[in-house]
C-alpha cells in the first residue's frame, strides 16, 4: 500500500480559471476526506465520502467546489472561477469505518491563484 | 463557536532533551484527541490518540496527557532528535462526527 496519494502536488492558475484535484486513497478505506490548510493553520474540514456517498459538507464548501467520488474510490474535487482567496494547500485523508480515528493523509495540492 | 488552541506557537528544544506541546479546547463534548505531525511539504502524520474515559497514554517516544477538568491535552517527547523538528497539531472530535477540529499548531525545532 503506497498511502494516500493526491495529484497534482502543485498547481498555480490565473483567477477566474477552473481547477480539478485528485486524491487516490488507501485502497481498503471505504471514508474518504477533505480538508483545506492555509498557511500557518490547521487543516479544516471541507467535506467527506462513505464509498461514493458524500454526507458531510462544510459551509467552507462554496457553490464554487464540487467533489465527487463515482466509483467509491478516488475522488475528485473541483473549484470554478477560482479566486485568490482559494489558495491554500488541499489535503485528502482516508480510513476504513471503524478502525482508528486518526486517518492517514496524503501530501496535499498546494493551489495558487494568481 | 467551539475551538482548540495551542498555548505556544514555537518551541526550541535541545537535541535529546524532553519537549512539552500543550493543547487546550474548548468543547466539553469532544472525547477523542489525536496529535498530528506535519513536516514541511507533507500532509500530517498520525502520531498518538487518546479517548476521554483515558488520562495518560503511551507511544513510543510519546506520551499523551489528557485533563477533563481544565480541557487541556499536552504531546510529551522523549529524547527528542532532530527529525522530531516538525509542526505539530492536536486535533478534538466526538464519536460519531467524522470532522476533525485542528488547533493552529506549535513549531518544535530541535537544536543540535
Known amino acids: 500500500d503506497t498511502g494516500v496519494s493526491q495529484n497534482p502536488r502543485h498547481k498555480i492558475t490565473k483567477r477566474g480559471q477552473n481547477v480539478t484535484f485528485r486524491c487516490d486513497p488507501i485502497?481498503?478505506?471505504?471514508?474518504l476526506y477533505w480538508y483545506r490548510q492555509t498557511l500557518g493553520q490547521g487543516p479544516e474540514f471541507l467535506t467527506y465520502?462513505?464509498?461514493?456517498?458524500?454526507?458531510?459538507k462544510s459551509r467552507l464548501l462554496s457553490d464554487r467546489f464540487s467533489a465527487e467520488r463515482p466509483k467509491g474510490s478516488f475522488s475528485t474535487l473541483e473549484i470554478q472561477r477560482t479566486e485568490q482567496g482559494d489558495s491554500a494547500m488541499y489535503l485528502c485523508a482516508s480510513r476504513q469505518s471503524g478502525g482508528n480515528y486518526g486517518y492517514t493523509f496524503g501530501s496535499g495540492t498546494r493551489l495558487t491563484v494568481v | 463557536g467551539e475551538s482548540v488552541g495551542l498555548h505556544l506557537p514555537t518551541l526550541s528544544v535541545q537535541e535529546g532533551d524532553n519537549s512539552i506541546i500543550n493543547c487546550a479546547y474548548s468543547?466539553?463534548?469532544?472525547?477523542?484527541f489525536i496529535w498530528y505531525k506535519q513536516e514541511s511539504g507533507k500532509g500530517p502524520q498520525f502520531i498518538i490518540d487518546?479517548?476521554?474515559?483515558?488520562d495518560k497514554r503511551q507511544g513510543q517516544r510519546v506520551t499523551v496527557l489528557l485533563n477533563k477538568t481544565v480541557k487541556h491535552l499536552s504531546l510529551q517527547i522523549a529524547a527528542t532528535q532532530p527529525g522530531d523538528s516538525a509542526v505539530y497539531f492536536c486535533a478534538e472530535t466526538h464519536f460519531g462526527n467524522e470532522k476533525l477540529t485542528f488547533g493552529t499548531g506549535t513549531r518544535l525545532t530541535i537544536i543540535p
Open positions: 468543547n466539553s463534548a469532544s472525547d477523542y
Open positions: 485502497s481498503e478505506h471505504n471514508r
Open positions: 465520502f462513505q464509498n461514493e456517498a458524500q454526507l458531510e
Open positions: 487518546i479517548r476521554s474515559n483515558m
